[in-house]
């Protein structure tokens, strides 16, 4: 069935170094990815998204890069802040014949240290 | 900037009791959704609305869900008969017909004693 998971539940990083946030998928018909941003207590917040027919899209400090022979998806975040710090989700759309339900990963926990 | 809301916060009933969850999506939006994130897992879909009917549901919106826009503004998530299992951080989404990105609410936190 359709599924969306994350390599590492945890990241620890130091203030000012990148970090990379893996996800896998397993729907080779998913179309659309998006990466989500999640801090304690609030919703998830919109970060980048990518098309499949793309291999890579950059935003601002982030970019993300999609592995479809693999099916793989990673979010790059330069020069992490400690305003960083945050549970990152995965999420495809796609598929399954609708257009617009979100399949959401497991998370990874960004913690930057000062 | 204009964000979706959410009412209440927290939300505890007991076990049994009906709750409504309420939501005001972004103003200009057509598509309304509820996801649902159990504390410490990941955020998963409950249902997607759209000109006035749901679209697509998952399975874990059974028969004791469902969902409301009573007016222009509002768009409600109601549990008729709620379970201990219910408890979880409520989200409620919306998005136009121009992009995939959906914009989340805060959430309500719902506790079922």
């Known amino acids: 069935g359709e599924s969306v998971g994350l390599h590492l539940p945890t990241l620890s990083v130091q203030e000012g170094d990148n970090s990379i946030i893996n996800c896998a998928y397993s729907n080779s018909a998913s179309d659309y990815f998006i990466w989500y941003k999640q801090e304690s207590g609030k919703g998830p917040q919109f970060i980048i998204d990518?098309?499949?027919?793309?291999d890579k899209r950059q935003g601002q400090r982030v970019t993300v890069l999609l592995n479809k022979t693999v099916k793989h998806l990673s979010l790059q975040i330069a020069a992490t802040q400690p305003g960083d710090s945050a549970v990152y989700f995965c999420a495809e759309i796609g598929g399954g014949g609708s257009n617009y339900k979100l399949t959401f990963g497991k998370g990874t926990l960004l913690t930057v240290n000062p | 900037e204009p964000e979706v809301t959410q009412t209440p916060s927290h939300q505890v009933t007991q076990m049994g009791q009906e709750v409504i969850l309420r939501c005001v999506p972004i103003s200009n939006h057509l598509y309304f959704y509820w996801y649902r994130q159990i504390l410490g897992q990941k955020v998963e879909f409950l249902v997607s609305f759209y000109n006035n009917e749901i679209s697509e549901k998952s399975e874990i919106f059974d028969d004791q869900f469902s969902v409301e826009r009573p007016d222009g503004s509002n768009f409600t998530l109601k549990i008729r008969s709620t379970k201990l299992e219910d408890s979880a951080m409520y989200f409620c989404a919306s998005g136009d017909s121009y992009s995939y990105e959906q914009y989340f609410g805060p959430g309500t936190r719902l506790t079922v004693t």
């Open positions: 990518i098309r499949s027919n793309m």
